[in-house]
């Protein structure tokens, strides 16, 4: 069973537009829900994440939209930007001791265009 | 801090061949997780260590699959014997608390 479902699969985005990627998840006991941003030949950085306890996040140009009773959560990047493009993926995870396994979503390539 | 290293970057190898992945994580950091990632199957987990010790090796795949942490500083992965369906780029990443810290991979074709 998929634990994390992450849509689209790809997006293509005018510079300066906003870029919305989508998860969506089953498992109610998940407690933490990252964002990973990942370019070509290197591994995944954080980018953002959020707790259950709050429904919006938001650092700089990108806002983590979180709801709970839909189990959905998305990322929203405003005024994307070239350097923005990359794959990135949800993940989900609950916490055991003070480490997190990580359940990462398909990924979304995102492009920018100029 | 160099962040966490990992080597060889790339390895090629033939079916059948031992390969073995390395991976040094950011000191001080408790927890050491080992990722294979490739198109079809996307990011999966492998195994993590806590303190040196394995706590979940569920998501190895197979008994020619082997991970050994023998210090805070150290840890492998180890195939063998390698097959074609190996390909992929493995990653390790470490924690001390959230968030994790991948290295930069290491690109495995087996031919």
């Known amino acids: 069973q998929q634990q994390v479902k992450q849509s689209p699969q790809s997006l293509i985005v005018q510079k300066g537009g906003i870029s919305i990627i989508n998860c969506a998840y089953e498992?109610?006991?998940?407690?933490?829900f990252p964002w990973y941003q990942q370019f070509p030949g290197k591994g995944p950085a954080l980018l953002i994440a959020?707790?259950?306890?709050?429904s919006e996040k938001k650092e700089g140009r990108f806002t983590i939209s979180f709801n709970k009773s839909a189990k959905q959560f998305s990322l929203h990047i405003m005024d994307s930007q070239p350097g923005d493009s990359a794959t990135y993926f949800c993940?989900?995870?609950?916490?055991?001791?003070?480490?997190?396994?990580?359940?990462f979503g398909s990924g979304t390539q995102l492009t920018v265009l100029p | 801090d160099a962040g966490v290293i990992q080597s060889p970057r790339h390895e090629v190898t033939e079916m059948g061949q031992e390969v073995t992945l390395r991976c040094k994580p950011i000191?001080?950091?408790?927890?050491l997780f080992w990722y294979r990632q490739t198109m079809m199957r996307g990011l999966e987990l492998l195994i993590y260590?806590?303190?040196?010790?394995?706590?979940?090796d569920s998501g190895m795949p197979e008994d020619r699959f082997s991970a050994k942490m023998p210090n805070a500083s150290f840890s492998t992965l180890k195939i063998q014997p390698s097959e074609p369906r190996d390909s992929a780029v493995y990653f390790c990443?470490?924690?001390?608390?959230?968030?994790?810290?991948f290295g930069p991979g290491t690109r495995l074709t087996v031919l």
């Open positions: 260590f806590n303190n040196n010790v394995p706590i979940d």
């Open positions: 993940a989900v995870a609950y916490s055991s001791g003070s480490a997190r396994q990580l359940t």
């Open positions: 000191s001080g950091h408790d927890y």
């Open positions: 498992n109610t006991a998940f407690d933490y």
């Open positions: 990443a470490s924690s001390y608390k959230n968030e994790q810290f």
């Open positions: 959020i707790r259950p306890d709050v």
